[in-house]
């Protein structure tokens, strides 16, 4: 622990937490680009290009998730858990600058980088500096900065819309930025995780320092010698940052469950959440309204990610998990319903299943399988 000092938990929490707002922030902010673009029209595109502006980060989450993942399972969670934010803030800012549809997808496809490694270190590092019996209230109170970090990219997008609704999005999109380096200071003090320590190198090293972090980490000496024996076992003849591993006995079932579920969480997720302010106009709330409404919409899902902050551990993931994906699954009927029919209780039935969708997200399936 020399060098840096031992932050409280709750230190560990928001650090950790802020990079799931940073991955809410930027993966929301560029419907308010897309929804600009599309009403202005002050740029030529495609629905190719349209599509692609909107997913590149997706596409570039994939290669950071893939890379860090295996790094951070080989070297540890702390250099890279500083390393990766660098791509919110180069990124963010040469979004904000760029002046063609084919720049503004190469910029995101980058910054995916850094979102797609703090979807595999952010979860892993929170749940690892947390007692077993406390792990899903932990890791709750982190994936509330989500839908926290996509409420503000709203809110900036609104504010800037109103003082040029033409190239607002450009501030939108850059001051992502500044959070990002103020995190990249402060994420310099972390040690590195406990768990990771005991369970890949296995020394008494390692032991004594998770016995050092045990005022904040709250694991016990037992825990963490058992952790060490069960880890060996499990990992014998392991490689860390295999690949090849999780598709291996028991990991292989563990990769098939947790892939089909979040693939089509994601469908679901993305396929609406990166066109929200769009649909929301569809419902007749026009201009920079559409942007508020998207704004307050995500404090629904504030509220669902505290739900499940407090019922973890109480309820189980599954019960939560799949009360989630029925909730989006009614909202997402809902609104169908809502665009087929005419009369007035279209409106009402398109706004129930917004309020469904935005709860049920961060209750359910966005919050239960990063655990």
């Known amino acids: 622990m020399k060098g840096y000092g031992v932050p409280k938990r709750s230190t560990y929490t928001v650090l950790s937490a802020m990079g799931y707002f940073l991955d809410g922030y930027d993966l929301s902010v560029i419907s308010v680009f897309t929804y600009v673009l599309t009403s202005f029209k002050f740029w030529h595109y495609t629905s190719l290009q349209l599509g692609f502006v909107s997913g590149a980060a997706l596409l570039g989450a994939l290669v950071g998730a893939l890379l860090f993942g295996h790094y951070s399972d080989r070297i540890g969670r702390r250099y890279l858990y500083v390393f990766d934010l660098i791509f919110f803030v180069i990124f963010a800012i040469l979004s904000g600058l760029a002046f063609s549809i084919i720049q503004l997808i190469v910029y995101r496809f980058f910054?995916?980088?850094?979102?797609?490694?703090?979807?595999?270190?952010?979860?892993?590092?929170?749940?690892?500096?947390?007692?077993?019996?406390?792990?899903?209230?932990?890791?709750?109170?982190?994936?509330?900065?989500?839908?926290?970090?996509?409420?503000?990219?709203?809110?900036?997008?609104?504010?800037?819309?109103?003082?040029?609704?033409?190239?607002?999005?450009?501030?939108?999109?850059?001051?992502?930025?500044?959070?990002?380096?103020?995190?990249?200071?402060?994420?310099?003090?972390?040690?590195?995780?406990?768990?990771?320590?005991?369970?890949?190198?296995?020394?008494?090293?390692?032991?004594?320092?998770?016995?050092?972090?045990?005022?904040?980490?709250?694991?016990?000496?037992?825990?963490?010698?058992?952790?060490?024996?069960?880890?060996?076992?499990?990992?014998?003849?392991?490689?860390?940052?295999?690949?090849?591993?999780?598709?291996?006995?028991?990991?292989?079932?563990?990769?098939?469950?947790?892939?089909?579920?979040?693939?089509?969480?994601?469908?679901?997720?993305?396929?609406?959440?990166?066109?929200?302010?769009?649909?929301?106009?569809?419902?007749?709330?026009?201009?920079?309204?559409?942007?508020?409404?998207?704004?307050?919409?995500?404090?629904?899902?504030?509220?669902?990610?505290?739900?499940?902050?407090?019922?973890?551990?109480?309820?189980?993931?599954?019960?939560?998990?799949?009360?989630?994906?029925?909730?989006?699954?009614l909202a997402m009927a809902l609104l169908v319903l809502s665009s087929l029919i005419s009369t007035g209780i279209s409106l009402a039935l398109g706004s129930l299943g917004l309020v469904l969708w935005y709860y049920g997200n961060h209750e359910g399936p966005g919050n239960t399988m990063g655990l």
């Not at 690892?128 to 890791?139: I, K, L, S, V």
């Not at 959440?273 to 998207?294: C, H, N």
């Not at 307050?296 to 504030?302: C, K, N, P, S, V």
């Open 111 to 329: 910054l995916g980088f850094g979102v797609g490694a703090d979807y595999a270190l952010s979860p892993v590092y929170s749940t690892e500096m947390y007692p077993t019996e406390r792990r899903g209230m932990g890791y709750g109170w982190v994936w509330t900065f989500w839908p926290l970090g996509a409420a503000v990219s709203f809110l900036i997008g609104y504010a800037f819309y109103l003082v040029n609704p033409i190239d607002g999005w450009r501030w939108a999109l850059g001051l992502g930025a500044v959070p990002a380096l103020i995190v990249v200071i402060l994420r310099a003090r972390m040690p590195e995780s406990s768990r990771w320590r005991v369970a890949v190198q296995g020394t008494e090293d390692a032991v004594r320092e998770a016995k050092e972090l045990s005022a904040v980490t709250g694991l016990r000496e037992t825990e963490i010698r058992g952790l060490m024996e069960a880890e060996r076992k499990a990992l014998a003849g392991v490689k860390p940052g295999s690949f090849a591993a999780l598709f291996q006995g028991d990991f292989a079932k563990r990769t098939a469950i947790v892939w089909t579920q979040w693939i089509l969480f994601d469908i679901g997720a993305y396929g609406y959440g990166l066109y929200g302010p769009t649909v929301i106009s569809m419902l007749g709330f026009k201009g920079s309204l559409a942007l508020l409404l998207s704004a307050a919409f995500y404090t629904l899902g504030i509220g669902g990610a505290l739900t499940a902050t407090f019922y973890n551990d109480v309820w189980g993931r599954r019960p939560l998990q799949l009360l989630g994906f029925g909730l989006m699954t």
